[in-house]
């Protein structure tokens, strides 16, 4: 949803009597409260219904809400006398340069292989494609014979030590247990939750964005700090580039296992991102403009790619700015055709990919990082990791969810490990299995239901029946989050009812069962083109007995227009409600329900509701009395607040950002809850 809907009304007018407004500024609505400007439907229908690249809008955002990061104007001022000489020596330093990359795979407890949890070999893929384009390599579809053609000289390999000094194959899965992502929620929190050192590897991240038609986006590079310059803003915690998981990766290399939406199942999502990752601006500039002088050479600094007024979206041969002549470099990989067109970098546009390599932060250190060399290996090495659990809404309490990883060249069969809740008694896992070289096993540990939530660390105390050889990965610490027992409703029968407001392309739902299994879905939709509400979503579910999470998204992050009459609602039979949510959904929420009689305590048990989720100054909480008291742990299961309850509300403006647990006692009911601080 929006909450100036009136705003799109007077593009329906401005088309009417004649254009009154803008059309093209009229259509895109930017956001007016410091979130990403978006492009309207108008602009994505050029590209089958996607945004192909949201960079551009990504860096207005930045410059918005860090005022100190310089300006596009500014930054092409310093960087062009240094592109003159990055083309006067040709390369970085006479050699290939290697970038150790790191790929942060989001996901939401689902198996690899099941959305968006994409396999190692498609997030292989991706870094296959990025060397053929980036070296121009012969016999693939990343080589050209254009004679401003070039190798880059630039090309990425998988880290394969990880910020700890341990050996790591360069693929970070996380369950960060939230099935879908705004950009504002993976700037303020997937991506400072899971980045490692930027100054020493280019972070890449495969999510499930909320915005089903976003394709990617990237962060530029800065030269803040050189030159007297003001700092950025603090931005190195954001550094990297972002692709949809359907986008991550090459169909040309597929095993039967990678999950790719086409047209843009080639993996030139990521090598586009990273062009500018590292200083490459579309080739038309994003101007709308066929002007060129000696400030903008051609629009995008490069004089080599001819004058473009605008992207192109279709592999057809176009003279876009004929007083210019040249026909628009369709091919590049800087513009917005298909995957299948895209086949050149171009002379110039590896010397300013060289001039920022040389000089820009945080890129001149990638140069040298040697996180892509290999440490020596042990026979024997087990590495674990505390996993996110999403135990919300499961029938029989929850569960401690850890990744064993075999680190060592031996196959691993056996290890025994070892945890504690709060510091109490140690108790003792014993994992039997096959695990070959860099692959994991899921262990889920079920927890006796007394245990609260709480910090929790785990330790491996053998490998193969012997001692493992590296104890520096032994041991993990993190945080049991207790689940809340899902409300009971005495039904098999869950009527679903949507009010779609007029953004339906932000709006995504899922209904699970206790095993994750998604039963119905639906969205992205349509968004409105007349000031008249779409018709009403009703669907009837007949659920078996058990445990069931639904969960709504909207992309925008503000939920469903209550001022525009959208809601989205859940009775029974009987017209009870199991869930109803609209402004309060925000970017994305959930509700836990069960139809199976757990205990007498668990039917009668009320619910605790809190909103907004994100929250950014109060959180309010519903169904509590005067008595209401309250306890808020962070991540890592340090309590950070406690007190009582004032009018239903916490104040949590002076948290920094992250997930927290809250839990809620009021007379004899307790209940914890999870919310994000953003």
Not at 600 to 613: A, C, E, G, M, Q
């Amino acid at each position: 949803m929006r909450k100036f809907t009136t705003f799109k009304f007077l593009f329906f007018l401005s088309m009417i009597f004649g254009g009154a407004l803008n059309a093209q500024d009229a259509g895109k609505l930017v956001k007016k409260n410091g979130n990403f400007p978006v492009k309207n439907a108008e602009e994505r229908s050029h590209s089958h219904g996607f945004d192909r690249c949201s960079t551009d809008e990504y860096e207005h955002y930045l410059q918005t809400k860090y005022p100190k990061r310089m300006s596009t104007q500014e930054f092409e001022a310093w960087l062009a006398p240094l592109v003159e000489q990055a083309k006067a020596n040709k390369s970085q330093t006479g050699n290939i340069i290697t970038i150790p990359v790191v790929i942060h795979v989001i996901h939401s407890g689902q198996n690899v292989g099941a959305a968006p949890n994409i396999t190692d070999n498609q997030v292989i893929s991706q870094i296959t494609v990025m060397n053929n384009d980036f070296r121009r390599m012969a016999g693939t579809p990343g080589f050209n014979s254009n004679a401003v053609g070039a190798d880059t000289q630039i090309q990425f390999a998988l880290a394969k030590v990880d910020p700890n000094g341990n050996p790591t194959n360069g693929i970070n899965r996380v369950n960060l247990c939230q099935d879908s992502w705004n950009q504002d929620e993976i700037d303020d929190y997937v991506k400072p939750t899971t980045i490692w050192d930027p100054t020493q590897y280019m972070n890449m991240w495969s999510v499930n964005f909320s915005d089903g038609g976003l394709l990617g986006y990237a962060q530029f590079p800065s030269n803040s700090g050189l030159g007297g310059l003001n700092p950025n803003g603090g931005l190195a915690n954001t550094d990297g580039v972002v692709a949809n998981f359907a986008t991550f990766g090459s169909s040309t290399y597929n095993d039967g296992t990678f999950m790719l939406s086409a047209p843009y199942d080639k993996g030139r999502t990521m090598t586009h991102e990273v062009g500018h990752f590292l200083g490459l601006r579309h080739i038309w500039g994003d101007t709308s403009s066929c002007v060129v002088n000696a400030t903008d050479s051609n629009n995008d600094f490069c004089l080599d790619t001819p004058a473009a007024a605008a992207p192109n979206f279709n592999c057809v041969t176009i003279d876009s700015c004929p007083a210019n002549p040249g026909n628009d470099m369709i091919e590049n990989y800087m513009d917005y055709t298909v995957d299948t067109c895209m086949n050149i970098f171009t002379v110039n546009q590896t010397a300013r990919l060289t001039a920022v390599m040389n000089n820009s932060p945080r890129r001149n250190t990638l140069k040298t990082s040697t996180k892509d060399i290999a440490i020596p290996l042990f026979a024997n090495d087990a590495e674990v990791k505390i996993d996110g659990g999403c135990a919300v809404g499961v029938c029989g309490g929850g569960v401690l969810r850890l990744s064993l990883y075999n680190r060592g060249t031996a196959n691993l069969t056996n290890a025994v490990i070892s945890y504690t809740f709060a510091g109490g008694a140690a108790q003792t896992y014993t994992w039997t299995g096959s695990l070959a070289q860099d692959k994991f096993s899921i262990i889920t540990i079920p927890v006796d239901p007394s245990v609260p939530t709480s910090a929790v660390t785990t330790t491996i105390t053998s490998v193969n029946g012997g001692a493992d050889q590296r104890a520096s990965n032994n041991s993990s610490t993190g945080t049991y989050t207790k689940p809340a027992t899902p409300d009971y409703y005495n039904t098999t029968t869950v009527n679903f009812a949507l009010q779609r407001d007029f953004y339906g392309s932000e709006t995504k739902w899922t209904l699970k069962n206790a095993a994750g299994q998604v039963l119905y879905s639906g969205g992205p939709y349509a968004d409105s083109t007349t000031p008249v509400l779409p018709a009403l979503i009703s669907q009837t579910w007949t659920l078996p007995l058990g445990c069931y999470v639904f969960a709504i998204s909207d992309a925008y992050g503000d939920g469903l227009s209550s001022l525009d009459g959208g809601y989205v609602t859940l009775t029974t039979s009987s017209g009870t409600v199991i869930y109803s949510g609209s402004d309060a959904i925000g970017g994305y929420a959930t509700k836990a329900f069960t139809n199976q009689v757990l205990s007498v305590s668990d039917v009668k048990k009320p619910t605790f509701n809190i909103y907004p989720n994100p929250a950014s100054d109060v959180l309010n909480i519903q169904n509590v009395s005067d008595k209401a008291t309250f306890e808020i742990h962070n991540a890592v299961g340090q309590l950070v607040k406690s007190g009582k309850i004032e009018n239903g509300q916490v104040k949590v403006a002076d948290f920094v950002k992250g997930v927290y647990v809250i839990t809620v006692k009021d007379k004899n009911l307790t209940e914890t809850l999870k919310f994000i601080k953003k």
